[in-house]
């Protein structure tokens, strides 16, 4: 008998099965219940306590994606007074981080005074100084945010680092300085999906370049780049 090598003994065996496709296990169907999916979803969405992704969404009801997102789109226009219905105070916004249902913007004086009681919830005007120069050139260490606004920015950072506006990104590879950026959380306020959707800053700061000089690669330099040395 010819003994087979370790080789030939290697390439006779079978390959491994593939992995079986995930199967969800929802045991619910969502169209036998009142309201089918768009009732389904605002079940889901009133419960979220953060944006939830348009494919958790869809796996949580078992229902394709574009079938979900198409939904989704649907009931964002009805809550907004579009398909013959008041407006509602309430509104179903697409951010950065997902799906998620928010009070009103037009309602925020009265969501305000009911849920802070006199108090101001609003950002300093160095606060909003300090946000703004960070979405603007982030990657950002708090010495170059503190060299374009001319102060200290300390007490400031760390009030939009508790508001869960900024984050520390990383390190800047020549100081090892912490570096700053804007968070999901920001552009959700915002009502933006990406910092694309960021104004173009050059019409309203026309003598920007020397706080731009500071970061060369910032992306506030590269933004005027896109809008050309006229803008």
Do not use: C, K, N
Request: aromatic share 4%.
């Amino acid at each position: 008998m010819t003994q087979q090598t370790d080789e030939q003994t290697e390439a006779a065996e079978p390959e491994p099965a593939a992995a079986p496709e995930p199967v969800l296990d929802v045991d619910v169907d969502v169209d036998a219940l009142p309201g089918g999916l768009a009732a389904a979803l605002e079940a889901v969405l009133m419960v979220a306590e953060s944006p939830v992704a348009v494919e958790r969404l869809a796996a949580g009801v078992a229902r394709p994606v574009p079938e979900v997102a198409e939904v989704l789109e649907e009931l964002a226009a009805e809550y907004r007074g579009e398909t013959g219905g008041r407006p509602r105070g309430f509104e179903l916004r697409e951010g950065a981080e997902g799906w998620r249902v928010y009070s009103a913007r037009a309602q925020a004086d009265v969501v305000g005074a009911f849920v802070l009681e006199g108090q101001s919830s609003r950002l300093s005007q160095a606060a909003l100084e300090t946000l703004a120069v960070i979405a603007y050139r982030q990657p950002v260490t708090r010495g170059q945010v503190s060299a374009v606004r001319g102060v200290s920015v300390d007490g400031v950072v760390r009030t939009l680092l508790a508001r869960g506006l900024i984050a520390e990104t990383g390190q800047d590879p020549m100081t090892g300085a912490v570096l700053f950026g804007t968070t999901g959380e920001f552009l959700d306020r915002m009502g933006w999906s990406s910092l694309e959707e960021l104004p173009p800053l050059a019409p309203h700061l026309p003598d920007v370049a020397e706080a731009i000089a500071l970061d060369p690669s910032s992306a506030l330099r590269r933004g005027l780049a896109e809008d050309g040395p006229d803008a």
